[in-house]
C-alpha cells in the first residue's frame, strides 16, 4: 500500500498559537451551527475559553475549580444534544476526573469534548504538576474515545470541525505555546487517517502533535547527511492508522516515534503493540523516558529529556548505524 | 414550574405498589444470586412514588424531551429502580427474571443505553448530582420546564465531588434541580470505634450541610407516601433555587429481619428467608400476587 501524502505549505514558516485557534473556533464551529457549549474549570483566559465566553455567553458555563463536578455536568447536558467541550490544563483534567469520563462519558459514549490544555511538558514553566506526560496513555486505553493530537494551528481547525459532527467523545490534546504552521489552508483532517508529510527510504519518523515539526526538521537535517528519511504525522494516535503504520514500515524497514509523552502508553507504545503484531521492526521510541518533568523554558526542557530536533537527529543516526 | 401535579394514585395503592416492588425485588435478588437489598428496600417508597403520582413521563416515549429526569444516583438499588419501571411499564415485569444475566439490559447497575427509562448511567458513586445539574442548567437554557430528580444514597454524599455540584448547582439557582437523599443512615462496613467498627450514619445533619451550600431544605418520612407527597410539593414551589430532601430511611424497609440490619446491605436471601420476607409483605397489602 502507498501511504497518501500530504504537501505542507509553502509560505514561510509563521507561529500561531493553538489554544486562540481553538478558542476562535469554538466561535466559528457554533456560529455555522453546531450546538456547542464550553464548560471551565476556572482557567478560560489561559486555555482561551474566554474567546468563545466572550462570543457566546449564553452557552459558556464557569464550573470552578471542581473538575469532577465538571466532567458530570457536561454528561448531562450532552443528553440533551448539547456537544459540551471542557476546558481546563490536560494534567488536571484527564486525571482529576478520570472516573467520572469513565463512568458518565466513556461508557454511555456521550458526546464531550475533553480539551487538554498545556498538555506535554512544555507548559510555560509551571513544572511536573502542571505537565501531563501519560494523558494519551490514559485516554488510548478508555474503550470508545478518540484521540486527538493536532501538529499546528491548521490541523487543529480542521480536527475540531471533524470532532464537531463526530457524535462521539474525544480527548483532544493541545499545547500552550504558538507553534510553526505547517499545513496549507486546504488540509483536510479526518478522523484516523495518518498523513505522510515526506517520503523516505531508510528510516521512518511517526509523530503526533507539535512534534511532527521537530521531526520534520530532524528529517531535514538527516536527509543533509545523506539519509533519506521518511516523517507519517499521526494526528489520530486512537483509532490508530494501521495500515499506514505497517506500510512505513514495510518502506523503510526502520522507525522511530517521537512525541512529547511518556515511551509508554503513547504513540510509541500504539506503535510497537502494531509493528509487534502486524510487521515487527526494528524502532526507537523518543519521547519522555518513564518520568515526569520539571519547570524551565522550552528550548531547555526540549534538549533534557531529549525531545528536541537535535536529540532526534543523534537518536535517528544512532539507529541507522548500529547493526541488529 | 407551576405545581402540576396529577394525583394520580391513592395513598392506599401506593402503598399496594411499594410492596408489590419489594416482593419483587427480592424475587429478582433471590433468582439472580447476587444483588443489593437494603438499598433497595430503603428507596423503594420514594422511586414508586415518583413514577408513580410524580413524574411527568411516558414508558411508551422514554426519550420524549421534555420529560422529567430521574438520576438514581446510589446505582447499586438498581433492582428498585428496575422493577418500578417494570411495573410503570416501561418493559415487561418478567424481564426482572434476568437481572444481573449476560446479555441482560438489567446490569448490576443502570446503563442508560440499553434500558429505557434510565436517564443516566450510575455506580461509581458520588457521581449523579453531576449531570443532575447539567439536564438542569441544559433545561433552563432550552427553555424546556423538565424537573430533574436525583437520588443520593447518605454513604455517596462522603464523595467530593456532591459537594462540587452542590455549590455550582446553587451559584446557578438550580431551582428545577431536586436531591432526595435516602438518609437511612447505615454504611457498609462503617468507621472505627473504640469498641470496634461501628455503623453510624455516615455524614450527620446533612440538611444543615445542604443549606450550608445553600439549598432549601425539607425533611420527610421517606416510607410514608402522604410525606413524600408534600415534600416534593414543597420541592417544586421553590422557585429560586435547588432543594434538597432528606428522606428519613430504614434499610431493608419492609421486612422486619431485614430491617437496620447491615447484614441485608448486599446478601441474597435463602428460600426460607425469601417465603418469609413475601408472607410478611403479604399480610400487609394486596402483594404476594407474585410471579412464579
Redesign the interface.
Known sequence: MSIPMVALTSEPRANEAPREVWGQTLCDLTAAGANTVVLDGDLANSTRADIFAECYPDRFFEMGIAEQNMAGVADGLATLGYVPWLSSFAAFLTSRDLDQIRVVIAQPGLDVKICGGYSGILTGKTGKTHQSVEDIATFRALPGIDVVAPADGRELRAAMAALSVSGRPAYLRLTRDPSPVIFPDSYVFEIGRAVLLREGADLGIISTGVQTVRALDAAESLGSAGYSVAVLHVPTIKPLDVEAIVALAEQTDLIMTAEDHSIIGGLGGAVAETLGEHRPTRMKRVGIQDRFGESGPNDALLKKYGLSSEAMVEQAQALLTSTR | MTQNRRSLRTTSELDDLSARTRELILRSVFKAGAGHIGGPLSVTDILVNLYFDRLRVDPTQPEL?GRDRLILSKGHSSIALYTVLALRGYFPVEELDTFDAVDSRLQGHP???TLPGV??????LG?G???????????R??K?DFR?WVILGDGEIQE??IW??C??AA?YRLSNLTVILDYNRLPQFGWPSETGYTREVPIDDPAAKFSAFGWATVECDGHDHDALRDAFDKAEANDDRPTAIIANTIKGKGITFMEANHNWHARVPTQEELDAAIAELATRSLAGVGRS
Open positions: 424531551p446503563c442508560m443505553k436517564d443516566m448511567s450510575t455506580g461509581s457521581q448530582l453531576s449531570p443532575g445539574v447539567g439536564m438542569a442548567l441544559g433545561a437554557r432550552s424546556l430533574t467530593g465531588q462540587e455540584a455549590f455550582v451559584r
